[in-house]
T-cell receptor, first 115, second 110 residues
Framework: DTGVSQNPRHKITKRGQNVTFRCDPISEHNRLYWYRQTLGQGPEFLTYFQNEAQLEKSRLLSDRFSAERPKGSFSTLEIQRTEQGDSAMYLC?????????????FGPGTRLTVL | QKEVEQDPGPLSVPEGAIVSLNCTYSNSAFQYFMWYRQYSRKGPELLMYTYSSGNKEDGRFTAQVDKSSKYISLFIRDSQPSDSATYLCAMSDGFQKLVFGTGTRLLVSP
């Protein structure tokens, strides 16, 4: 399967713990995105990278959240001092840069539950 | 007010029906419009991608965009039980952030 992959698929943690998620994009894609989706809502944009550069961050991305894409390939999203409100599905997408809005392909997501 | 409004449903139809799904939006800068399908506990899957106003057809799916009314639609012909999923509209102004609707849950009964 050459699609976007995300690990872990599920994470249960206690409030106050740190968690890290990984996303592996489609191999030739140079753009990578993180979104968050809560129950009954559509995905909300968090941040995106072109190669290793983080080009945009949503104000939803508080200082407890940090994302990296160190070599322009896989990306990690870390949440420090988790809160119950962080419980959500974290989705990663990737695309190949072109004109206009890229076609973004999504991974299966990481479901986070904060107890 | 949200930038993109979408009725959450659920929308229940019998197999074989024509389904109409809709979104309205407020940001006139949106030029790129997508429809994604999302099965329960899965990631969104791209169905249709259109630029500016007009129609686009792909198999049983037709996407329509009316920028003057800020209204987009997805039609599904000959609906099947396997079409039961949540349908998300998404939009972009040409920069890379997608803005999604809440999704409409569709149930197609045999």
């Amino acid at each position: 399967d050459t699609g976007v992959s995300q690990n872990p698929r599920h994470k249960i943690t206690k409030r106050g713990q740190n968690v890290t998620f990984r996303c592996d994009p489609i191999s030739e894609h140079n753009r990578l995105y993180w979104y968050r989706q809560t129950l009954g809502q559509g995905p909300e944009f968090l941040t995106y990278f072109q190669n290793e550069a983080q080009l945009e961050k949503s104000r939803l991305l508080s200082d407890r959240f940090s994302a990296e894409r160190p070599k322009g390939s896989f990306s990690t999203l870390e949440i420090q001092r988790t809160e119950q409100g962080d419980s959500a599905m974290y989705l990663c997408a990737s695309s190949l840069a072109g004109q206009g809005a890229d076609t973004q392909y999504f991974g299966p997501g990481t479901r986070l539950t904060v107890l | 007010q949200k930038e993109v409004e979408q009725d959450p449903g659920p929308l229940s139809v019998p197999e074989g029906a024509i389904v109409s799904l809709n979104c309205t939006y407020s940001n006139s800068a949106f030029q790129y419009f997508m429809w994604y399908r999302q099965y329960s506990r899965k990631g969104p899957e791209l169905l249709m991608y259109t630029y500016s106003s007009g129609n686009k057809e792909d198999g049983r799916f037709t996407a329509q965009v009316d920028k003057s009314s800020k209204y987009i639609s997805l039609f599904i012909r000959d609906s099947q039980p396997s079409d039961s999923a949540t349908y998300l509209c998404a939009m972009s102004d040409g920069f890379q952030k997608l803005v999604f609707g809440t999704g409409t849950r569709l149930l197609v009964s045999p």
